[in-house]
């Protein structure tokens, strides 16, 4: 596995995912349902997708151009790895345990999305996982 090239490629869909933040509350309708709810809530809500999309871009930047440091034999290395993995080994496990079937199931499109997250979250898995696993081995 050429975990210099997969972590390069992790950091452009990443970059990419954070981007698409920017077209969430229109194709989710957010504005409308936000109506319903608090103005700390609404707002909380939007602070929270702001600084989702924010880690994203950091982590997609520091995978697609620090790739060399997270390869590099360090205490800073091994941690920052070990985070990642736990991150989306947790959000892997979001995916089927918390959204609730009756989201996707019977939409073609929702199911879609719900497979390709699924695995585009056991490749960011997958390759720091292997990245870790690789600096643990030495």
Known sequence: MNLNLHLKIVGVIM???A???VYFPKRFGWRE??????????QIFYVHCFFISLV?????????FGTEHLLQQT?????VLAGLTLFWGIRLVIQFFVYDSKLWRGNAF???MHIL?????????TV????????LGK
Do not use: C, D
């Open 56 to 64: 994203l871009l950091l982590v997609g930047m520091l995978s697609l």
């Open 33 to 42: 349902e936000l109506e319903k709810v608090s103005l700390l809530t609404r």
């Open 128 to 135: 720091y996982g292997v990245a870790l696993w690789r600096q």
């Open 15 to 17: 970059i990419t995912l």
């Open 75 to 79: 205490p800073l290395a091994k941690m």
């Open 117 to 125: 997250f699924s695995l585009m979250w056991t490749y960011y898995l």
């Open 19 to 21: 981007a698409a933040h």
């Open 110 to 112: 929702n199911t879609t």
